[in-house]
């Protein structure tokens, strides 16, 4: 495994602990400015939204996350990285509902800035679990 492919893992890595601690900066500073999410049945978000939607979603109305990724490819590419991954995220509601368990395949494109590789596209393609609350 190349350096590269060690950052590049070790980005996903602290990306899902700092979403599971609810760290929107953290989150937010593994973004370039331009960033681009992509979700079926969704108008493209920007860095904005995605604040945006985190800033709500806190105190009292939190989710509590957890997740899994598995990287199941990384190429490098000068400054330009792409990678898909297997996610599965469940997201606990705070009054006790039952949890939202969504999986499947996410592709990410991340670029290099200022030394450190950062998301720039990410396309999302989880979907509901059987047998999960799926309403939201």
Known sequence: MTTDEIEIRELITTRMAAT???DIAKVLGMMTDDVVFLVPGCPP?????????????????????????????VTVVGDWAF???????VANPPNGAAPIVRSGHTL???????GKRLFAR????????????SSR
Do not use: Y
């Open 20 to 22: 599971k601690e609810g």
């Open 45 to 73: 978000t920007k860095k904005a939204d995605f604040a945006r939607a985190a800033t709500a979603q806190t105190g009292k109305q939190a989710l509590a996350f957890e997740g899994t990724s598995e990287v199941q490819e």
């Open 83 to 89: 990678m898909w991954t297997k996610l599965r995220v």
């Open 108 to 114: 990410s494109v991340l670029r290099k800035e200022g």
């Open 122 to 133: 990410d396309a999302n393609l989880l979907a509901p679990e059987q047998g999960s609350n």
